[in-house]
């Protein structure tokens, strides 16, 4: 054989796949690598990884590695790329590409998955498009035999996007982006208390060239009082809007400004507006105490949040997917995000559309530009501008469309309950409603009647809520008790206070009060006004939505307390760490903890632990200690949902690991308890739930005058908002209490992450029970 033969293909459908990382580094690359890697091997395929990008491509020899399981151990929770990521001038220029392309060949490889941003994924895209050209040109050259490359007629390629600017149009979320947010809100709610001890304003410049979307984002899960976006650049005037928004602000009563500002902010006629601009006029048209940070690479390093790293892991399983459903015909896919489905998008059309935005902020037609970002991106700018406060007559409801809205918290804690209130709160003031806290739950109202001055019910003002968007826990009071402890108080406090319409915020039991008060409507007409719930708990059980806020906080906790379990490990080394997850009766939190921290196995309530299982597992545990090279420098983790044995508890658990190790391996049980509500709420449930709450009084004013009768008679009054699949939306409780809820366990009947358990299964090679010797 030739040194350049090729390898003959491999059998029936199976390909040779090879993975690299691209342009600008982003956390959770490393997951998409490892779930492209080892979903490869699972299907029989070959993986290899390019190192450095396309300049490992470009290279060959053993810059294109073949790679096995164990070779992307401990992946996913690193930050960055392992494998390297480089800008490659070569591969711009044809020649670079011809190289790649034998490079390919001489490897056997026929199918390229690309994680990186637009510029990565234009050029495989147009590595693809060229690919028949490329092929002849190396037979023109001699470099190759017509023989050699004809099992390589197509190439497959599959985008990922690996970014942290969150820039590419037709998905919802890049990844990294929601790590690069993280770090950013760190750093601001950092500057925030130093400006409100001093009564400072800062200014805050954050990456993103030709995408607000970190800005905006930032804005919106900080509470900024003026943000500035490439795609939307403010009027001629902003000077002294902006000026008059801070001072309106100050005049309210804030102590400290916060003015967030993209990296490549211009005004209308885009002239660049910088962060020093903008401090000078906060120092002299304002009068504040102005100072500037640049966040700069800090934005695009550390830990991957556990989004990213769940996103990662969900599309590099989908990349390999698309390159086994493959035909000559089907276009290259990039596996995008929508709301809370993976989707495959053409290629090119994707990044057709991103540089569409670039040329319309360029043509300095900025109304396309939002139109070209997605509906998210609207959404969001749309509700920062609503709830930053400033005048806004034309927003002003007229007075019989006025409400008074009722708020109130009911569950345990969940991050986001308080964002969600203040952002309904600055909603509310902004349309020319009353918002009214009805503190401690439905027991606070409760002992509120019978017991006259407690304070339960307040109206309430805009300085109160306002510096509420980064604050965990609920600033109004939550409690577990349900309006059935005494239905007739509380109609008569609604009664007494007027209230109009009601903001429910919480997890199972708010969605029970509320279907306890819409049964009341037959009995009480202070029931007959709109109601919504707003899933809010760890668990993600609520009925009506796949997501709810203070879910994400609760991962990035566990994943923290994970990853410390693991590196403790490792100077012992082998080691298992068994740790119990709340959740309740829902095996959600503890399946997406392990697909984001790389479980060995995760038990829940759903499928319950029997004997089996736990003989399953403990054989694998021996056996991949038993072919252990010193790969398994890290603990292994279980995860085991607190309800998913009456039986086999954690520390039982724990000790049958470490009888059955018999000092090759040992095991310890953890129970991080409370520490799962975590502390401050992550960004996404943060500008979730401001999405969130601002659509539910926006539902909630549909109802405006309307008569008592009319609402009763309209399921749409009393409805829980939630994500289904790709879309936002408004479900009746009617329906689904009656259709889509499991009252005793507690949870949705259908839960659609049921499936990701397969998942977690298949990347930690953990075997089926069917496949147990
Ligand atoms: P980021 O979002 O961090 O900017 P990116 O993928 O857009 O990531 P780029 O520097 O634009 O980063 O592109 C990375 C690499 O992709 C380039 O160095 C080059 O090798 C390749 N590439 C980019 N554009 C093209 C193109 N038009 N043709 C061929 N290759 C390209």
Known sequence: MAPTDPPAPLEGKKRRIAVLTSGGDSPGMNGSVRAVVRMAIHNGCDAFCVYEGYDGLVQGGDMIKHVGWEDVRGFLSEGGTLIGSARCMAFMERPGRLKAAKNMIVKGIDALVVCGGDGSLT????????????????????????????????????GLVGSIDNDLSMTDATIGCYSSLARICEA????????????????????????????????????????????????????????????????????????????????????????????????????????????????????????DRM?????????????????????????????NKIVRRPLLEAVAQTKKVAEAIEAKDFDKAMDL???????????????????????????????????????????????????????????????????????????????????????????????WASKGGSEIGTNRGLPSEDLETVANVFGTYNIQALFVVGGFEAFTAVSELRKGREHYKAFKIPMVVLPATISNNVPGTEYSIGSDTCLNALITYCDACRQSASASRRRVFVIETQGGESGY??????????AMAVYTPEDGISLKMLDRDIDHLRDVFLQDKGQNRAGKILLVNEKASKTYSVSIIADMIAEAGKGKFESRHGVPGHFQQGTTPSPMDRVRAVRFAVKSVQHIETFAGMSKKDIDEDDMSCVVIGIKGAKVLFSPMEKVEKKETDWKLRRPKDEFWIDLKNIVDMLSGRPKLSEKK
Not at 383 to 412: S, Y
Not at 589 to 598: F, K, N, Q, R
């Open 311 to 339: 996103l990662a892991t969900l599309q590099g399983v989908e990349a390999v997917k698309a390159v086994l459903d493959a035909t000559p015909e089907t276009p290259s896919p990039v596996i995008c995000m929508i709301e």
């Open 188 to 307: 601001v709610d950092s500057v925030d208390t130093t400006a409100t001890s001093h009564q400072r304003a800062f200014v805050i410049e954050v990456m993103g060239r030709h995408c607000g979307w970190l800005a905006l984002m930032a804005g919106v899960s900080t509470g900024a009082d003026f943000i500035f976006i490439p795609e939307s650049p403010p009027g001629a005037d902003w000077q002294d809007e902006m000026c008059k928004i801070v001072k309106k602000h100050r005049s309210m009563g804030k102590r400290k400004t916060i003015v967030i500002i993209a990296e490549g902010a211009h005004d209308q006629q885009l002239n660049k507006i910088t962060p020093s601009q903008v401090k000078d006029l906060l120092t002299k048209k304002a009068g504040l105490d102005t100072r500037v940070t640049t966040l700069g690479h800090v934005q695009r390093g550390g830990t991957p949040a556990a989004y």
């Open 589 to 598: 939190i503890a399946t997406v903890a392990g697909l984001s921290i790389g």
């Open 123 to 158: 050029g495989a895209d147009k590595f693809r498009a060229e690919w028949p050209g490329l092929l002849s040109e190396l037979v023109d050259k001699k470099e190759l035999t017509a023989e050699q490359i004809k099992p390589f007629e197509h190439l497959n390629i599959v």
């Open 373 to 467: 970002r997605d509906a998210e991106f609207h959404e969001y700018w749309r509700a920062f501008q609503i709830t930053t406060a400033a005048e806004q007559p034309d927003l002003m409801l007229p007075e019989n469309k006025r409400m008074r809205i009722g708020i109130i918290h009911v569950g345990a804690p969940a991050g986001g309950m308080n964002a969600a209130t203040r952002a309904a709160v600055a909603y509310c003031f902004a349309r020319g409603h009353q918002p009214v806290a009805l503190h401690n739950g439905f027991p606070g109202l409760i002992r509120h009647h019978s017991d006259k001055p407690l304070g339960a019910v307040r109206d309430m003002t805009w300085l109160e809520a306002e510096a």
